[in-house]
């Protein structure tokens, strides 16, 4: 448990580390929406074809090798960081390397986990270790409030980077059992269910092989669980790659750094006590369409300490209810697919960021965030439509 814990905190720690980047291009170097968009794309382009590498040789036992890729490239992109913060192209460059550490950190971790617990406790390990990675966020940003010198505070949680890592490596497991006698049990229980429909068909009227096929469709179909991921990760790309240059000079670094406090501690606590409780996922997905729509009343009046609150209070909901909505998806891609190829699902999410970057860089930029916002209901009401 305390390896998965420390593993935790890894990715935790490169998760905010995502969000100190978006800080300082549009703090520091007053980058807007639609180059926000391009830099985003830039990442995922890179995070994409790395995961799919990754999940490849992580799955043929190698994720002390992934979990090595990870360290080098998150003390590569520390240093930048740390070093050229004030230089754009060097911070740019950072940002990607930063893509390869969390892509090869994510595969190696979730491998990691199933293979050190149980197939029957995959959901719930997954759970605690994707709220620790919430708290560390979480914990991270209130030293960053606390500091106001943004920069100083960037000090500190680099120097935490650094150290876990360099122990990032040899906290990996790898069995290679688990996952397989899943697979195994699985198969042969579909194939003990065909033989007894076989056996009843004198004695059942109607359509069989069709009952059977919708049988197996129900058990073991993807394409519903990844449609609706894409579209729910473009939702979300939407809403919140544009935050820090929309609201920059409204409710500056202290404003930002409070709607972001708030989402992690609400998202982390949804994700360790509601987790898992939506047995029909698409009445959680449908909840957060006129949440989303309130934000557009309540972004003229975040002249106020109490609407800004209010408004990181929206934001946190509708990322609770999101993480409830993914993370029953994550579940069900997970068991359907015996454990094996988690890089290719998240590089379906990481597809639909893309999707979402482009979209913010190409045509949405200029049109301003309440069109954003429209885009991103629409969108969520089709990932249930999708799902269902």
């Not at 992580?58 to 520390?78: A, C, E, N, P, Y």
């Not at 491998?111 to 708290?135: G, K, M, P, T």
């Not at 929309?246 to 406090?261: A, K, V």
């Given at each position: 448990?305390?390896?998965?814990f ?5 990715i935790?720690?490169l998760v905010?580390c995502?969000l100190?980047?978006l800080?300082l291009f549009?703090?520091?170097h007053?980058v807007?929406?639609d180059m926000l ?13 790395v995961?799919?590498?990754?999940s490849?040789?992580s ?8 979990s090595?890729?990870?360290?080098v ?8 960081l ?7 192209l060097?911070?740019i460059?950072?940002?990607?390397f930063?893509?390869?550490a ?5 595969v190696?971790h979730?491998?990691s ?10 959901s719930r390990?997954?759970?605690?270790s ?12 209130v030293t ?5 010198n943004?920069?100083?505070?960037i ?7 650094f150290?876990?890592?360099l122990?990032?490596p040899?906290?990996?497991s790898y069995r290679?059992?688990e996952?397989r ?10 194939v ?6 076989m056996?009843?068909v004198?004695d059942?009227?109607?359509d ?13 179909s993807?394409?519903?669980v ?6 729910t990760?473009?939702?979300v790309?939407?809403i ?7 609201f ?26 509601l ?8 009445l959680?997905g449908?909840?957060?369409v006129?949440?989303?729509i309130?934000?557009?009343y ?12 209010l408004?990181?209070l929206?934001y946190?909901?509708?990322?609770v ?8 998806l994550?579940?069900m891609?997970?068991?359907r697919s ?9 590089s379906?999410?990481e597809?639909?960021s ?12 200029g049109l301003?965030?309440?069109i954003?916002?429209i885009?991103s209901?629409i969108?969520?009401?089709l ?6």
């Amino acid at each position: 448990m305390l390896s998965v814990f420390l593993r935790s905190i890894y990715i935790g720690l490169l998760v905010t580390c995502d969000l100190v980047f978006l800080l300082l291009f549009a703090l520091i170097h007053k980058v807007g929406v639609d180059m926000l968009g391009m830099i985003s794309l830039l990442w995922s382009s890179v995070y994409i074809p790395v995961n799919l590498f990754a999940s490849k040789i992580s799955d043929d036992g190698r994720i002390g090798f992934v979990s090595l890729i990870s360290t080098v490239s998150s003390i590569v992109s520390l240093y930048l960081l740390i070093h050229f913060y004030n230089d754009l192209l060097i911070l740019i460059l950072s940002y990607i390397f930063h893509s390869i550490a969390l892509s090869t950190g994510r595969v190696s971790h979730n491998v990691s986990l199933n293979e050190s617990y149980y197939f029957e406790e995959w959901s719930r390990y997954s759970i605690i270790s994707s709220s620790l990675q919430r708290f560390t966020y979480v914990a991270i940003l209130v030293t960053l409030f606390l500091e106001h010198n943004l920069v100083a505070a960037i000090y500190r949680v680099v120097l935490l980077g650094f150290l876990i890592s360099l122990i990032f490596p040899f906290l990996i497991s790898y069995r290679g059992f688990e996952r397989r006698y899943g697979s195994l049990v699985s198969k042969i229980d579909n194939v003990s269910t065909v033989t007894r429909y076989m056996i009843l068909v004198p004695d059942i009227r109607g359509d069989v092989s069709s009952y059977t096929r919708n049988w197996f469709e129900s058990q073991n179909s993807v394409t519903p669980v990844i449609i609706s991921a894409l579209l729910t990760s473009v939702a979300v790309e939407l809403i919140m790659v544009p935050i820090p240059a929309t609201f920059r000079s409204l409710l500056g670094q202290q404003g930002l750094l409070i709607i972001y406090i708030i989402i992690g501690i609400l998202t982390g606590f949804s994700i360790l006590l509601l987790s898992g409780t939506a047995s029909k996922p698409y009445l959680i997905g449908a909840l957060r369409v006129p949440l989303v729509i309130f934000i557009l009343y309540l972004i003229p009046q975040a002249v106020n300490i109490e609407y800004i609150i209010l408004l990181g209070l929206v934001y946190a909901v509708i990322s609770v209810l999101n993480n409830m909505f993914t993370t029953t998806l994550y579940n069900m891609y997970n068991q359907r697919s015996f454990g094996y190829g988690l890089g290719i699902y998240m590089s379906i999410l990481e597809i639909g960021s893309v999707i979402g970057d482009l979209l913010i860089w190409l045509i949405l930029g200029g049109l301003g965030y309440n069109i954003i916002i429209i885009i991103s209901a629409i969108l969520f009401i089709l990932s249930i439509i999708f799902l269902r």
